[in-house]
């Protein structure tokens, strides 16, 4: 009997001590991880580094003196208008001051100069329901926010099977109804697409829900239609626009103005 005993006790201290070992370990991890989250921002842009280009409507200077100038201050063929979505390779980087500036190879082969403000490491759209978001890389860290089809977000950077995602737009926290401001989250590198149409659709979605949000049904309508006009070749955004629009007296829209809803972007933040 005194050796069963024993046997059982050496038993329970060698498992209290594994899960000890395991918690350790974990903790050990979850350190690691917010660490990450805290410096992986500070990483310096390199020469060949991939960006996409982040509004609807971005300008590539082919004067170096011009970054920063509007389309309408410029000589003709001294810029090029680049939409959303546009893949661009870094070929250099200078400062002006803190501005970086980032002369940039187009696909075509072309090098234009352009304001580091509106690049971007990737521009996705969420495609799943209810992506769960973090924050840190690490899934003990979810916030009680979720995103959800239709989303834009610019991604930072990448860590392992992880994004850092600054999202465009407001949805509920925890059980709250009133939404707020999505931001800066982690999520799993899972439940996305990436395509210049999809994303300039996600934009004028995003306008309009801000426009919802303040009562400015007009100016909503005028961006879903502005959407729908992008492409249908994307099932889920094609039901969105729909259900947004259903219910609503539907206006023709006037001629886009891009320079408007880039301001209603800076205005939703």
Same mark, same amino acid.
């Given at each position: 009997m005194k050796k069963i005993i024993l046997g059982? $006790?050496? $038993?329970? $201290?060698?498992?209290?001590?594994?899960?000890?070992?395991? /918690?350790?370990t974990k903790n050990e991890t979850v350190q690691k991880n917010v660490q990450v989250a805290t410096n992986?921002? /500070?990483?310096d842009s390199k020469q060949d580094d991939i960006y996409y280009t982040k509004n609807l409507m971005n300008l590539g200077y082919i004067n170096r003196d011009d970054v920063g100038k509007k389309w309408q201050q410029l000589a003709k063929g001294t810029y090029h208008r680049l939409g959303i979505g546009v893949k661009v390779v870094c070929q250099q980087v200078e400062f002006d001051g803190e501005k970086e500036i980032f @002369?940039?190879?187009?696909? %075509?082969?072309? /090098?234009?100069?352009?304001? !580091?403000?509106? $690049?971007?490491k990737g521009v996705i759209v969420i495609s799943k329901p209810n992506i769960i978001t973090y924050e840190v890389p690490d899934t003990d860290w979810m916030t009680q926010q979720n995103v959800q089809q239709g989303d834009l977000g610019y991604i930072i950077t990448s860590y392992k099977d992880w994004l850092f995602v600054d999202f465009r737009g407001y949805r509920p926290y925890g059980e709250e109804e009133e939404k707020v401001w999505i931001g800066r989250k982690w999520i799993k590198n899972t439940g996305y697409i990436m395509n210049g149409d999809l994303a300039g659709q996600a934009m004028y979605l995003y306008f309009a829900y801000y426009q919802i949000m303040k009562d400015r049904i007009d100016d909503a309508i005028t961006n879903l239609n502005y959407a /729908?006009?992008?492409?249908?070749? !994307?099932? !889920?955004? %094609?039901? @969105?626009?729909?259900?947004?629009?259903?219910?609503?007296?539907?206006?023709q829209p006037e001629e886009s103005n891009t320079e408007n809803s880039t301001n209603e972007e800076n205005a939703a933040e």
């Open positions: 059982v $006790l050496t $038993l329970i $201290l060698i498992t209290g001590c594994g899960k000890k070992e395991v /918690k350790s992986i921002t /500070k990483q @002369l940039v190879e187009l696909e %075509n082969s072309k /090098k234009v100069w352009m304001d !580091f403000d509106d $690049l971007t /729908k006009k992008i492409t249908s070749d !994307f099932p !889920f955004m %094609n039901r @969105l626009i729909d259900s947004m629009l259903g219910g609503m007296s539907v206006s």
